[in-house]
């Protein structure tokens, strides 16, 4: 609907009738006598000009329109629009994900079809991701090294489409883990205290990189950051190979540091074997890290005081035009009769 925000200027409508009213009239006072021959003749023709001029009504309806809608575009009309909830002040989650080889390891099923660990753990993130309405999310992706893909945001759309994007050995073939903790640390160390947590997200032991995971979880701990650890890995299945049907268990997951790892700050260590398990995962922390507050329902407001600002001058103008161009186009003497050389 439109409103005006300051409604209160329609309160200066009747000033120009006020002033009108209370203001003395401008003397004319008396100017001296000049004696001219042909004076009857010039004062008819100013007598039919003054005529003219107090007929012209629409002077008036201009000028009163002009005022009307300077008024108005003074009361602030906008359109508020319906009510639209925005995010409150929530949790701020950065999640690291690991891309290392083997995480291209088929040994989920979806379907009955054989799957690659990386395309159940982006549906299950994908998923998470989607229900943190409120909180800030970021991405970290590491494999040989640990970098930011996505900082902390509201934009949880853009967050999801980047780990859509994202692939097996972007950045190498081994797992970086001390290393992917310390970048997440970095975007979380200035946020607010409360509500600062790390998912982690990886199918192997930390092999690469310069920092030691549980050095780098001692220091999320001085942070007060907590850490949620994921080991990733689906159990044994049978899949068709050269030499026959064999039974697949490739991980070298390691557990026990993962468990230090989220022991140290608070956090808590899950094991995720199959679809089911991970999707569960995540609900879990959903239910560890609720949403940190509702949301704020706030009405949009479009300003809409350029329009009658813009058709006030627009009259003005056009009555500016109005009387001044028919003068210039005929260009009629003031006075039109004969003159007396002698005068």
Avoid: C
């Avoid at 909830?85 to 390891?105: F, K, Q, V, W």
């Avoid at 994921?230 to 026959?244: E, S």
């Avoid at 035009?321 to 186009?329: D, G, K, R």
Wanted: charged letters at 20%.
């Amino acid at each position: 609907m439109i409103t005006f925000l300051w409604a209160f200027a329609f309160l200066l409508l009747p000033l120009p009738f006020v002033l009108r009213y209370f203001l003395k009239p401008a003397d004319k006072g008396l100017g001296g006598a000049l004696k001219v021959p042909f004076f009857a003749s010039l004062s008819r023709d100013l007598g039919g000009r003054a005529d003219r001029t107090s007929t012209s009504w629409w002077k008036l309806a201009a000028a009163s329109l002009v005022w009307l809608l300077m008024v108005t575009a003074l009361a602030r009309p906008a359109y508020v629009g319906p009510e639209v909830p925005l995010p409150a002040e929530g949790r701020d989650i950065m999640m690291a994900i690991d891309l290392s080889g083997s995480m291209a390891e088929q040994d989920f099923a979806v379907g009955g079809r054989p799957t690659t660990r990386l395309n159940v753990v982006k549906d299950a993130a994908d998923a998470f991701i989607k229900s943190r309405k409120g909180d800030r999310v970021g991405l970290v992706l590491f494999s040989d090294r640990a970098y930011l893909q996505a900082p902390l945001t509201f934009d949880r759309e853009a967050v999801r489409k980047l780990l859509d994007e994202a692939q097996v050995g972007l950045t190498g073939q081994q797992t970086a883990i001390g290393d992917a903790i310390a970048v997440s640390l970095n975007r979380l160390k200035d946020r607010p205290a409360e509500g600062r947590v790390l998912v982690l997200l990886t199918d192997g032991a930390n092999n690469r990189g310069e920092m030691d995971p549980i050095r780098a979880a001692e220091l999320a701990k001085k942070l007060g950051i907590r850490i949620y650890t994921i080991g990733v890995g689906g159990a044994p299945m049978a899949v068709d190979t050269a030499m026959g049907r064999q039974m697949v268990t490739s991980s070298d997951l390691d557990e026990g540091a993962l468990r230090k790892i989220a022991d140290l700050t608070g956090g808590q260590y899950f094991r995720a074997t199959d679809v089911n398990g991970l999707a569960q995962v995540y609900r879990s922390i959903d239910k560890l890290e609720p949403i940190g507050a509702d949301p704020v329902h706030v009405r949009p407001e479009i300003a809409l005081y350029f329009w009658p600002a813009g058709l006030a001058l627009l009259i003005a103008a056009l009555s500016v035009l109005i009387a001044t161009v028919p003068a210039f186009i005929t260009n009629r003497p003031l006075y039109k009769g004969p003159v007396d050389k002698e005068a």
